[in-house]
């Protein structure tokens, strides 16, 4: 079965491929190309397909199929993406809609400490815990 929209490849579709509605939604928080060069011909939705595929299937960068965009361009943005926080800015973004659709505020109210970071913290921290070398 082949999955084309007018933004995707005729290539068959994965999964993990985004939905138009999915799309929709993330569609405001990709970066747009830098001003002054020259236009993006890399289909942005693809790259975020073959990052989601690569996630889930747990496969390395270099074992993305063929029909994605070349690993290497994918792990450009990826890591470009970190770099520039939109991953950070789409998860926060998700969370708030899923925390709304569960009839919860957009943020968090409480949050959680571990009580053996506690523990380390008075016993002298990171320092405290290192074997002594000999």
């Not at 011909?41 to 960068?61: D, P, V």
């Amino acid at each position: 079965m082949m999955n084309k929209t007018k933004n995707q490849t005729s290539r068959k579709s994965y999964p993990t491929d985004l939905t138009d509605a999915q799309w929709k939604i993330l569609t405001p928080f990709i970066p747009k190309a830098p001003d002054g060069g020259r236009e993006r011909t890399t289909n942005m939705r693809e790259i975020l397909n073959a990052i989601f595929y690569l996630l889930r299937t747990g496969c390395s960068w270099r074992m993305i199929p063929h029909d994605f965009p070349k690993y290497q361009l994918v792990r450009h943005y990826f890591d470009a993406c970190k770099k520039d926080g939109t991953w950070l800015k789409m998860h926060d973004a998700l969370r708030g809609k899923v925390r709304r659709k569960a009839g919860k505020k957009t943020q968090p109210s409480a949050a959680i400490i571990d009580s053996q970071s506690v523990k380390t913290t008075e016993k002298g921290g990171f320092v405290a815990m290192m074997p002594v070398r000999r």
